[in-house]
């Protein structure tokens, strides 16, 4: 369960965001990992075991590989996992450093050895040799922290990172950016914030937010966002066009935080507009947007 503080108004926004670790149940909002345990033959280990570790929180998850093949869902996105194969045995294999995200389940093949002198020895391997591979309910996108910290967003919205996907593309209409999927009318479009719609229902907007012009929430709070087309998965629903998918920050057992604070003026841009039957004066404003977010166990 999240409990959440947040304070907007047109002009400014103070966010602050603390967590309480629950498992979560909604695919869009979750991730998962997947895969199968066998040996050097390539025999399925039944009763296998497989350890998913979330860093952040040092939350422990413990499946058995029934048939050699495990899966573990309701993984909140991003991380660090550390993922470790062990079987009576065989030496164990342990991926650290692995990152979910919500466009679909990571996916392992775990290939163990057998131990020498009856040793259960867990050793450390790469990715490429665990087979990690990331699977997809559908064609899409995702853009996880590091990517959203480090894009030069202007407008401080998630329009400004779907973009980037080719499929995507931002029209502008009325002073508002129209995002079109796939050359679709962005009146199929959604948009959900933590798997809850937050879109414009009632089609006034011309974009697919609640709010006209931005994001209806501080960006400095958002986990990962994701762009999806025509996914297959039945939980998702609502749209024919495109989902703009948003998940929110969670607490860790680190606190952290963050502040920001954005203007836009008269003196950024011009006050005059060259028109055929003359010049038109142009009134710019003023706008500020300012906030702070706290987060922890």
């Given amino acids: 369960m999240k409990l959440k503080y947040l304070l907007a108004a047109s002009v400014v926004s103070l966010s602050a965001a603390a967590t309480v670790a629950t498992p979560a149940v909604a695919q869009s909002i979750t991730s998962g990992i997947e895969g199968e345990v066998v040996d050097e033959s390539g025999t399925p280990l039944v009763g296998a075991t497989v350890t998913i570790t979330d860093t952040r929180t040092g939350a422990v998850r413990d499946v058995t590989a029934n048939d050699g093949d495990f899966r573990v869902g309701s993984l909140p996105p991003g991380g660090p996992y550390t993922v470790t194969a062990s079987a009576p045995g065989y030496e ?38 665990a087979g990690v591979t990331q699977l997809a309910v559908g064609p899409g996108t995702s853009f996880d922290s590091e990517t959203l910290e480090n894009f030069p967003s202007i407008t401080r919205d998630v329009r400004d990172i779907i973009r980037i996907d080719p499929r995507v593309s931002l029209e502008q209409n009325n002073d508002v950016d129209r995002i ?50 025509a996914p297959f998965d039945v939980e998702y629903s609502d749209f024919t066009g495109g989902l703009v998918n948003v998940v929110t920050k969670a607490g860790t057992n680190e606190f952290s935080g963050s502040a920001f604070y954005t203007f836009f003026d008269e003196g950024l841009q011009g006050d005059e507009l060259e028109l055929a039957d003359g010049v038109q004066t142009i009134n710019a404003g003023r706008e500020e947007r300012w906030g702070a977010t706290l987060s922890g166990p």
């Fill in 92 to 129: 164990g294999q342990t991926v650290e450093d692995v990152f979910v995200n919500i466009s679909g389940n990571t996916s392992f093949r775990f290939t163990l050895a057998s131990s020498t002198a009856g040793s259960d020895n867990v050793i450390i391997v790469t990715g490429a040799r």
């Fill in 180 to 229: 079109s999927c796939l050359g679709g009318n962005d009146r199929g479009n959604t948009f959900t914030v933590d798997g809850i719609i937050q879109s414009d229902v009632f089609g006034l907007n011309g974009t697919p937010f609640a709010a006209r012009n931005s994001l209806p929430l501080p960006f400095d709070v958002v986990e990962q966002t994701s762009v999806e087309f």
